[in-house]
């Protein structure tokens, strides 16, 4: 079991969230906004700290809407009342859901009805990486109830916000980093050749957990001789065996705040091809790393690790990016590709994430998690050795 | 570790999928579509088999066209064909994402353009207990580019295919089930007054995946004197104590299908009131199950199990509902609730919850899973103790 009095405290003081709220804020009156209605879980815990499993259930849609000024209005189900009412929000509007005939609607038209007349500007998240978490028909309802309304994205704004972290944020994903390599340290403990990845699967879970993290929602990797194919199924009862190349990459979560990074392992012996691939992606990686300074972009740090990359490989495995935001999310903006030109900031977590193909259709990943700090990034993982770690 | 030769087989034969796509193709040309676009994970699991975590980042959208013949159709980030190659699918078509300006919108739109251009209708999900998985912005950019195209709402449609189960499907949920039922017998066996809640989860977390659960993805709970209050929080570290009621919900996994139950405990000694919320939810419990038969509804389920809650409280607790459908989700349709006249069928899983107020402030809930037989419902749960147990 974890030891508590190691960890930071869970939650925050009120005052994180009136200071979130308060940039947001700030941002609207330049944009001339009324007000952000928001849906997703991490837009709702992100203003109003309201942090529950239950999302995992489809069934519930659950509304946020920031003012100009003042603090949010929750317009969520009843059943999520006693909980949102410990939060720093006052205004809480509940109705008794499920209810397919008016799941929040009418509490939404009477809460908008005032902009709508004023023909306001309001703010959604219509953006790269956000989703519509309510049915499409109750917001064509929505929508035409209140044709007075100039519905326009707001998903710059809110990513903008969220992809710089407080001091209490990065020390919740510290943290999680910490367990996660904690975690990944043990593993030539519990795995041996002969056992199926199901199992390793299993172990590395478990050992996640009594470790300190509260879950490990993901978990993907693989295992294959002299390399892996694909780094997103399920594991199998295949066996590890001698010449294995092993692959594990977990988000696993604390206080709501995720890690994502990944771990190589050679089972026995290791390719010579397998280990020039390590090389050369460690190399990468460091390339990221040293690159991830205030001023640049994820772009520049893309080319960074693809100059590395081309020494092996010039498809860099069509992924699509070498690493992305973290935080609420597994995965959040910005994205190191050659398309984002977001200029990195301090206070900016990252994964750093290049990856390659090689030898016959095999492809290998890596990826430590980062701060970005004013004189350049902090590693919050423990970094990958430097050579493939052969596990006899 | 769990032994997998008592386990059934992972995943399932082609047949599966091609039963699943000619019952939709019949309800189609019952309803002249031309094809189905669909875009979340369990609807594209359904038809394709396509089974991922990945699915945990926001970033990519995945889609699947059910066309009127045939099978159907991947529109899919190139991170995932390998994967989808495996399926039975064999039209795979791919972009490397992520592509803000254009993640799949084109493919779509060639996809689409031959129905638009005969002014056919096509079904998507925009109905009760769904979400739109793609941005908002490029989903209005597709509608507008497409524009012959008669968009109708198909959630019934799938739901209803969703809700009667194979017996493939009842086999890994009874399986799930099982693991769930032996998780909860172990309970007494690790926790003890002065254990922090959290800490209860933990090992809770461990003994599902040690027992064959391939993850505990939803844990909820709570421990109060003499009740709980909310059953949607994180825990906390407050410790055990003698005259607690404990209830630990959950959502374990197995091969992509969930159980959802949940049992309750005193610590040391119980409460007259707490024992008699108990006894009167097993009793309504009860109710649920007998009333679970071919040609009832859910507003009869409900109305059973409203029927003995209200010897204690005429509320229900307000969760809104007494039950619901169960599969490749947590909570699927139907509903248990005056207003879903769903009629059950053979094969269909479902939730049996009620829940109740009492004392002051308190809540109890039970939950066992069924499924649905010619004759009545069978458990997949091992049935809740009569009494409230206590642990010492």
Known sequence: MPDPTTSPERGFPDKEFSERTAKAQAL????????????????????????????????????????????????????????????????????????????????????????????????????????????????????????????????????????????????????????????????????HSGMPLEDVFREFRCAAIRGGADDAPYLVGAADQGGYADVISPPSRRPLRAGDVLMLDTGCTWDGYFCDFDRNWAISHASEDARRAYDVLWRATQAGIESAKPGNTCRDLFQAMSAVISEMDSSGGDIGRLGHGLGMQLTEQPSHAAFDRTVLEENMVLTIEPSLSYGDGHMMVHEENIVVSANGATLLTERAALELPIIT
């Open 28 to 191: 609207m009156a330049a944009s001339d906004l009324a007000g952000l209605l928001l849906m997703s879980e991490q837009d709702l815990r992100y203003f109003t700290g309201f942090h529950t499993l239950f999302w995992q259930s489809p069934t519930r849609p659950w509304f946020v809407y920031v003012p100009a000024s003042g603090k949010p209005i929750a317009v969520i189900p009843e059943i999520g009342a006693e909980l949102m009412r410990r939060s720093w929000v006052e205004d809480i509007r509940t109705w008794s859901a499920p209810a397919p005939l008016d799941d929040g609607i009418s509490l939404l038209k009477d809460l908008l009805a005032p902009m709508s007349k004023e023909r306001a500007k309001i703010g959604v998240m219509k953006g790269h990486e956000t989703h519509l978490r309510m049915p499409l028909g109750d917001w064509e309802q929505l929508v035409s109830a209140l044709p007075g309304l100039d519905i326009v994205d707001v998903t710059a704004l809110v990513q903008g916000l969220r992809m710089v972290k407080s001091p209490a944020e990065i020390e919740k994903l510290g943290h999680i980093c910490g367990i996660g390599s904690a975690t990944f340290a043990k593993v030539p403990e519990f795995i």
